[in-house]
């Protein structure tokens, strides 16, 4: 099983600021890497495939890199609806398909 | 654009089993793979397994293997999540959603996802 590791736990970030979360595997998945949002009450929604792909509708500010086993996530200027939990999750090797265990982003 | 559709909240007692629909919205048949994944209250996400419902054969984690069964109907209009032997740590969020066990690694990923459904296991 490929473990996923993300941190920092929680970020503390003002409004505007810029953002990188991290996102590390056990052992490599390529570019086999998602990013999903979740906010409070509502079901994740996919930001990032493929390590790096925007999803349809997702803004720029929002962006992907990495590969093998260390990835980011940056928000480039942080909006209000931003702050939120961020997951990563490999799909290079399953079952099972695992995720990591989040990056609360909160306001400074 | 699909939209997947879940069953209402449960409440169980220890020891029963659930069962959580999934069907895409319109009644459409389900020609892409549907994944499980769950969350505990404040916990993070666990993936459970995830059917091809053209193909029937299911795939599962090994912590759900002889627990849970994910199925489609005749149809292949909805899916269904059925874990038995419920424990009071199975209380969380379960959720559908279109991705997960393509034949292709490299589509994996999950989008979109169902509204979620809250099972609550308690005596």
């Known amino acids: 099983e490929i473990l996923m590791t993300q941190s920092p736990a929680t970020l503390s970030v003002s409004p505007g600021e810029r953002a990188t979360l991290s996102c590390r595997a056990s052992q490599t998945v390529s570019s086999n890497l998602a990013w999903y949002q979740q906010k409070p009450g509502q079901a994740p929604r996919l930001l990032i495939y493929g390590a790096s792909t925007r999803a349809t509708g997702i803004p720029a500010r929002f962006s992907g890199s990495g590969s093998g086993t260390e990835f980011t996530l940056t928000i480039s200027s942080l909006q209000s609806e931003d702050f939120a939990v961020y997951y990563c999750q490999q799909y290079y090797n399953w079952p099972p398909l695992t995720f990591g265990g989040g990056t609360k982003v909160e306001i400074k | 654009q699909v939209q997947l559709v879940q069953s209402g909240a449960e409440v169980k007692k220890p020891g029963s089993s659930v069962k959580v629909s999934c069907r895409a919205s319109?009644?459409?048949?389900?020609?892409?793979?549907i994944g499980w994944v769950r969350q505990a209250p404040g916990q993070g996400l666990e993936w459970m397994g995830g059917?091809?419902?053209?193909?029937?054969?299911?795939n599962y984690a090994q912590k759900f293997q002889g627990r849970v069964t994910i199925a489609a109907d005749e149809s292949r209009t909805t899916v269904y999540m059925e874990l038995s032997s419920l424990r009071s740590d199975d209380t969380a969020v379960y959720y559908c959603?279109?991705?997960?066990?393509?034949?292709?690694?490299?589509?994996?990923?999950?989008?979109?996802w169902g509204q979620g459904t809250l099972v609550t296991v308690s005596s």
């Open positions: 059917i091809m419902p053209f193909f029937g054969s299911a």
């Open positions: 319109g009644g459409t048949r389900i020609t892409y793979p």
């Open positions: 959603t279109r991705g997960g066990v393509a034949a292709d690694a490299a589509d994996n990923w999950f989008h979109p």
